[in-house]
């Protein structure tokens, strides 16, 4: 007998839970925002929307369905099952948080703040859930958006879809070997801030701001073309390292490897730096299209 689909609904700490979490009280953290020319009710404002988007979601889900709840933080500790419909009830990046964990499972993105939200990834409103769920479980359109992904040398793996980042775990300088993976050669020496690999869907957000720095002339992709992007964050010069290699495409099949050569590089996707691979002293990795997508419903 198979099992019934199981509704998770992912879901992060408001900014009123994060004030109440470090103030302690409503009170306080009226008073500390008040202090700086803040009202606090705008925040218990989206809040309460946040809140009661959840509840409408949660009771959206079929009497004959499972149901679960996790929270950002928790994501990394979370088993997701095959049978799942994952519905991300909150912001654009929030679905981006989640896709690294997923393998193949429809996300139905929920907007919580419409007007606020860009809506790229959070398409539906609350009021819509139980036909998407209903459309979901039963093969309804979905959006195969490519993600990228992160493979070192000892086999740790990173996914992400809007782009993974490689670089110093703080202010220092990143040093390292860059050039097309299966090249013979070593690479470029290279001393730089780091190197931002994106995806069309990745071309929306800080991939977009990199490419419009750099005046850049190259084709932005579109979110389920199967092409990513990469940039070197302000790469040096000087007589060890040089800044021929700095931005380019990479098609199916083609991969970017990189070669440490720092006594420390840290790797993460979608800004989830708590969740990172750490590399070392000529330790690789190799960067490229994800076998994996995300399905999301349109």
Not at 38 to 54: F, K, N, Y
Request: charge should be negative; include cysteine.
């Amino acid at each position: 007998m198979s099992l019934a689909p199981r509704a998770v609904l992912v879901h992060r700490r408001t900014e009123y839970e994060e004030l109440l979490g470090r103030h302690g009280t409503h009170g306080q953290a009226a008073f500390f925002l008040s202090s700086r020319g803040r009202s606090i009710d705008e925040v218990v404002g989206r809040h309460a929307r946040t809140r009661q988007a959840l509840r409408e979601v949660a009771a959206a889900v079929p009497l004959t369905w499972r149901s679960s709840q996790v929270e950002r933080a928790d994501l990394d500790r979370f088993l997701f099952a095959p049978e799942d419909v994952v519905v991300v009830v909150g912001q654009d990046g929030l679905v981006a948080n989640t896709a690294k964990y997923l393998a193949g499972q429809p996300v139905v993105g929920i907007d919580t703040d419409p007007g606020r939200n860009p809506g790229v990834l959070v398409r539906h409103r609350c009021a819509d859930t139980a036909a998407l769920l209903r459309a979901a479980s039963t093969g309804g359109r979905t959006e195969d958006l490519t993600m990228v992904e992160a493979v070192a040398d000892d086999t740790q793996r990173l996914l992400a879809l809007n782009e993974i980042y490689l670089g110093p775990p703080g202010h220092q300088t990143a040093r390292y070997r860059l050039g097309p993976d299966g090249e013979t050669g070593p690479g470029e020496a290279q001393a730089s801030s780091g190197v931002l690999v994106g995806t069309g869907t990745g071309a929306t957000g800080w991939l977009r701001s990199l490419w419009l720095e750099r005046g850049s002339t190259a084709t932005l992709p579109a979110p389920c073309d199967r092409q990513l992007l990469w940039f070197v964050r302000e790469a040096w010069p000087s007589p060890a390292t040089g800044t021929s290699r700095t931005s380019g495409h990479l098609e199916e099949e083609q991969g970017l490897r990189l070669t440490v050569e720092s006594d420390r590089l840290v790797v993460f996707g979608d800004g989830m730096e708590a969740d990172a691979l750490q590399l070392t002293w000529g330790q690789s990795v190799r960067l490229g299209i994800a076998a994996t997508s995300l399905r999301l419903l349109v």
